[in-house]
Structure formats: C-alpha cells, structure tokens
C-alpha cells in the first residue's frame, strides 16, 4: 500500500520572520535557474533519445529493440522531469491546505454544495491513506454530512498529481483532463448517492463518541513562502523519491509492450468491440491496489496497442482509486454493508465512465 | 514524562517512533515511550492525521513526521513545565 503519498516530509516551523529582499533575490535567481535548466534538458530529449539508441548504442531503426530503447530513454526522463516540476508545485499549493482547514469548510454544508466542494477539496489537501479513519471521524464528527466525507475520501486518492502527471506526460493534457473530470464527477456523485441511501446508522457507533477537535494551530497554516518552498522541495524528495523506481519499471514494461507486442493485439481483448472488457476492467481493478506511477505507463502502452481508451480508464480508476487496503482499513469504522455499498457505488460510477468513453471516442 | 506516538503502523509512524527514540536519547531525558496503534484509542486524542506525537498526553504534533530537533524543543519545554 503506498502510504502517505503527499504529505511531504516534515513540515518547516511556522511563522518565519519576513524574508529581507535579497534571500528573495537569491530564492527567484536560483528558481529561475533551475527552470531553465529544466526546461533546456525537457526539449532536448527526443533528440538525446534519437542519438542514444542509433548512434551511441548503434541498434538498426524500425527493429524492435531500438524501438524499445528509445521509448525508454525518451519518456523515463520525460515523466521524471514532469513529476519533479508537477509534485514541487503542487507541494506548495497544498501548503495551504490541512486536513482541519478542509474540515471547518464543509462543515454543515448541505448535499450536492457539499459534494461538489469535497471533491475539489479532496485533490488539494494532503491525504495519506492511513489517515484516512482519523480524517473520517473527524469530518463525520463535526458536523460533515456522510455523502460528503465520501467524496473527499474518492477524490483524495484517486487524483493525485502523480497520476496527472504521468497522464499529461504520456498521453497529453486532454486525457489528464479528462481523468481528473471524470474523476471528480465520479467523487461527486458516489459521494451523493451514498448520502441519499442514509446509511449513518452503518457507520461504527463508537466513531461518534470520541468527535475530532482541531488540534493546536492545526488549521492555521502561517507559513512564510520560504517555508512553502521547501514544503514543495521536501513533497519532491518523499514522493519523487518514494516513486521513482515504480516510474522506471512501469516505462520499461511499457517500452517492452511498446516494442514488442503487436499493434492491435489488446483490440481483442480491451478493444471498443468487447463490452465485457469495462466490467472485467473495473472487476480486476478493485482488489488491485498501484501507486499511479506503476500503472500508467503501462497503460499507455496497452493503448497504443489498440485497447479501448474508456476501458483503460476505467481500469485505472479502479486501481488507483478503489484500494483494498484503504477499505480494510476503513472496516474499523464502517460496517461491512457500508464498505461494500461505497465499493458498489464507486464502481459502477467507474463503469459509466468507461462506457461513455467507449461509446463517445 | 509521558511520550505517546499515535499511528496504525505505516512506514511513517516507524519512522516517528526512531526520531522520538533519537531525541529522547541525545537529551538524556527520563521519558516513557509508547506506541499506540490501536485506532480506538488513537481517536481519544482526537488527531485527524496520523502519525501523531503526543507528551503526557497533550497532542503536540500531527500529520507528519517530525525532526529530531523538532522533538528536542518540545521535550525541552517540558522539561521546564
């Protein structure tokens, strides 16, 4: 189970004294530096790549080696770079947000609002999946309807940023768009029709005698933007970190399927044609628990091969979002009856979605 | 005095629980360390993030793993209370 993804490693103290105009300088000099850089290594790679696998190592164009080594080289760096970038940014944007701060702003917020503003929510705040059962009592606790806990605790997982950056670097910024809408609409609308179905009476009762209070400062995040920085710089160093070795290995079977197996060989299979394929997706995809970095380059490469974009989708969604793990763990306060129905629930929203996409693309 | 690490167990909470050890060790304090890991009572200190360091029974940090510094500057305070 990959825990705790995103929650940066410690926090720096709060409160720093404002920061005199030329640490600023020196912070935005280094910055842009590093931009730059990046940037110039980002462009040069499909031609280091090219150069690489033909003239360094001197393997034939159109075999299917070459065309592996230089899927490999091309995109493992790509999507390293991309994650770096992506992860620094989107560790400082959570910067801003804590698990109390979500908490106090849903809040007696009715339905539908709720849903829709938890779902949004649950991408930006830092989430570790064993957190979970703490955030899910301290939200349902104080006064955060059923229905819209669940929609954060859909959306949390399952956009991540790690899986929208490999989205976008792979696949462009329609898929990851459509991934992270998909998603939301998923969040929003489990976590909807779980709060009709009134299944409070299904959630442990103990859960409701010991309600959450907001530890000591826990909400208020007064941070310096130094202090945001390196909470930007320690999200790279623990999640980049943590997942790298997965990237590797998920490009590299990705750069095998990419060189080796036959166009059109997975059209059979999770090809548009089999309407059993989105089920038979989404079904392998629960008790699949990957960190998105595993999967998705794999998935890129079952695409190129023919599978259908909506069930590929689907299976992603599945896998990323819906963890036996998280729901083993969340049996401590959830009757069965509950995991099972937030299972159900989320699930046939994933099988809409991959439908659609089949039907629609 | 009374150090309480709060956390179902994941690789965080481990390394907590080091960093504690660590810090506990390098003051020379007189401390009792306890790992909590059963949920239930994880909740009486009503934390929202796992891991969770607590000192007699007063949540002092949460959500994350702290520094061994960190660590030492609350064990100093307490010291002094």
């Known amino acids: ?361 | 005095m009374n150090i309480a690490i709060l956390g179902t167990g994941c690789p965080k909470c481990k390394r907590t629980t080091d960093v504690v050890r660590k810090a506990v060790e390098e003051m020379g304090v007189e401390a009792t360390i306890q790992k909590i890991e059963d949920i239930r009572e994880i909740m009486k200190y009503r934390v929202m993030m796992t891991p969770a360091v607590a000192i007699d029974g007063q949540v002092k940090i949460s959500g994350k793993v702290p520094t061994v510094d960190e660590v030492k500057s609350l064990l100093a305070t307490g010291i002094r209370v």
């Open chain 1, 1 to 361: 189970m990959v825990c705790c993804e995103g929650s940066g490693a410690a926090d720096p103290p709060a409160g720093a004294a404002t920061v005199d105009s030329r640490t600023a300088a020196r912070y935005l000099g280094v910055g842009l530096f590093a931009l730059g850089a990046w940037w110039l290594v980002y462009r040069s790679l499909p031609v280091f790549s090219r150069w690489f696998t033909f003239s360094l190592v001197g393997l034939a164009p159109g075999s299917r080696l070459s065309s592996a080594v230089e899927f490999f080289v091309y995109d493992g760096p790509k999507v390293l770079l991309l994650l770096i970038l992506v992860v620094f940014a989107v560790g400082v944007v959570r910067s801003f947000f804590t698990p109390e701060r979500a908490r106090r702003i849903l809040a007696g917020k009715r339905e539908a609002a709720g849903n829709a503003l938890a779902s949004m929510l649950g991408i930006v705040t830092p989430f570790c999946s064993c957190s979970a059962v703490p955030l899910f009592i301290g939200f349902v606790t104080s006064g955060v309807p059923l229905g819209v806990t669940f929609s954060f605790l859909v959306s949390a997982p399952m956009i991540n940023e790690v899986a929208l950056v490999l989205l976008y670097g792979l696949f462009g910024w329609k898929i990851a768009a459509l991934y992270a809408g998909t998603g939301l609409a998923v969040a929003m609308v489990s976590g909807w029709v779980i709060g009709r179905l009134g299944m409070e009476k299904h959630v442990e009762e103990w859960v409701y005698a010991n309600p959450a209070k907001p530890v000591e400062g826990g909400e208020s995040q007064n941070l310096s933007w130094r202090d945001r920085i390196h909470y930007g710089l320690d999200s790279v160093d623990d999640i980049v970190g943590k997942v790298w070795p997965y990237v590797l290995a998920g490009i590299a079977v990705g750069a095998v399927i990419h060189g080796y197996v036959p166009e059109n060989f997975m059209a059979g299979i999770m090809g548009a044609g089999a309407w059993w394929s989105v089920p038979l997706a989404v079904g392998i995809g629960i008790p699949m628990y990957s960190n998105a970095a595993g999967i998705i380059p794999i998935v890129q490469a079952l695409l190129g091969k023919g599978a259908a974009l909506g069930t590929v989708l689907a299976f992603m969604m599945s896998v990323i979002g819906l963890s036996l793990p998280e729901m083993i763990i969340l049996r401590k306060v959830l009757k069965v009856r509950l995991i099972a129905t937030f299972a159900g629930v989320v699930g046939v929203g994933i099988l809409i979605v991959g439908y659609l996409f089949n039907v629609l693309l």
